[in-house]
């Protein structure tokens, strides 16, 4: 485990494995921390790799800023990260919906310091104007513990499938037990940057030259298919999958169809050897 400085704050990493294996660096979805991400570390750790699971801003024991803040920072914290925890490497990023978001931005920075990504649930567009307002409200909703209750069952049944509400409640437990433990306004803050006020990187995904995996929720209202397909006609060198039985949380509501797809796809990547 570490604390890693950054332009963000500190932000804590679960950091899984020993220097000189290869490494995947991994950015959970909003309300969630770096225990989202428990499955694929075991099906890693078999694998060999190390894993660096973060808490991103707001979330878990990273507390935050008490600002807004960019995606674009949010790309420049993640290699500090990796910097601080000397890892000169180039790694597999691997993002769900915030994280996913990350994840190209990360490559057009450092593109030497990236050997795949992996995208879950995501978008690399800009919120629309309707989101814009309904998540403006939710900032508003998540300021007034007395709602708790009623943000709990927007949260829960926005990010998880309705057969995976069913069969696995603690997950939902686990959402509504995550924002309500952590600094508020960090959450506040963070929601607002991410849901309201990111910037698009669509436009600039034909720059992104490392593999991707792009990867869907059939079920997912939040960010559906059709923005996984965007992305991919953007980026040279991706494919898209759509997984059934999920909604906005793949690698939790099907962790073993997500580990198959990570683990075959950093198996097709190119080796690479210690700087």
């Not at 919906?97 to 310091?113: C, E, N, Q, T, V």
């Not at 960090?186 to 436009?203: F, K, P, Q, Y």
């Amino acid at each position: 485990m570490a604390t890693a400085a950054t332009i963000l704050g500190d932000v804590y990493v679960d950091d899984q494995g020993k220097d000189g294996e290869a490494v995947a660096l991994l950015w959970p979805s909003l309300f969630n921390d770096h225990s989202m991400w428990r499955f694929q570390i075991a099906a890693l750790r078999t694998a060999g790799w190390r894993t660096l699971a973060l808490d991103p801003p707001g979330h878990g024991r990273s507390k935050g800023l008490e600002r807004d803040f960019t995606m674009d920072e949010c790309a420049e914290a993640a290699l500090q990260v990796l910097d601080a925890l000397n890892v000169h490497t180039p790694v597999v990023v691997i993002g769900t919906s915030w994280g996913g978001m990350i994840a190209p931005r990360i490559a057009l920075r450092a593109p030497d310091r990236v050997r795949g990504i992996v995208l879950f649930n995501t978008t690399a567009e800009s919120a629309t104007a309707f989101d814009r307002i309904k998540n403006t409200l939710l900032t508003k909703m998540l300021a007034i513990g007395a709602l708790d209750k009623m943000v709990d069952r927007m949260i829960v049944s926005l990010n998880l499938a309705p057969e995976t509400r069913r069969r696995k409640p603690e997950l939902g437990a686990e959402l509504s037990r995550n924002y309500r433990s952590w600094n508020r306004r960090g959450v506040i803050n963070t929601v607002r940057s991410v849901l309201v006020d990111r910037d698009a990187t669509l436009d600039a995904l034909h720059n992104v030259e490392t593999p991707a995996l792009v990867v869907s929720g059939k079920e997912d209202t939040i960010l559906p298919s059709p923005l996984s397909r965007r992305i991919v006609e953007q980026l040279p060198k991706a494919r898209h999958v759509e997984v059934a039985g999920a909604a906005h949380l793949v690698p939790l509501e099907q962790p073993e169809a997500a580990n198959k797809l990570i683990l075959d796809f950093i198996a097709d990547l190119p080796q690479v050897k210690d700087r």
